[in-house]
């Protein structure tokens, strides 16, 4: 479930290797109303991994308040297919 997905991600991200992927499946659980997902609903893990696109691309803003984070400087690409998401290292 959504829960799980970010813990999972937040505990074993960290552990990924350059050259390895982190992949997190199942990610339809987060329009699932029966589980408290809906579609734009914030603490889904859809909504929590669009995140990850503003951190990798965060190099470009021209705004101060913009950090650029251990994620931006360690990814190289985000791949978001159906109910499924690839970082690459």
């Known amino acids: ?3 799980q997905q970010i813990v999972s991600y937040e505990e074993l991200f960290s ?3 350059d050259g390895e992927v982190y992949l997190c499946e199942h990610l339809h659980t987060s329009y699932w109303l029966k589980d408290g997902g809906r579609h ?3 603490g889904t893990f859809i909504e929590y991994s669009k995140n990850f696109i503003e951190a990798l691309n965060a190099l470009h803003s ?3 308040r913009v950090q650029i984070s251990d994620f931006r ?3 190289d690409s985000i791949h978001y297919y159906d ?3 690839v970082i690459e290292k």
């Open 1 to 3: 479930m959504m829960e």
């Open 15 to 17: 552990y990924v290797k």
């Open 40 to 42: 734009k609903r914030d």
């Open 62 to 64: 021209e705004q101060k």
């Open 73 to 75: 400087n360690s990814v």
């Open 83 to 85: 109910s499924m998401l």
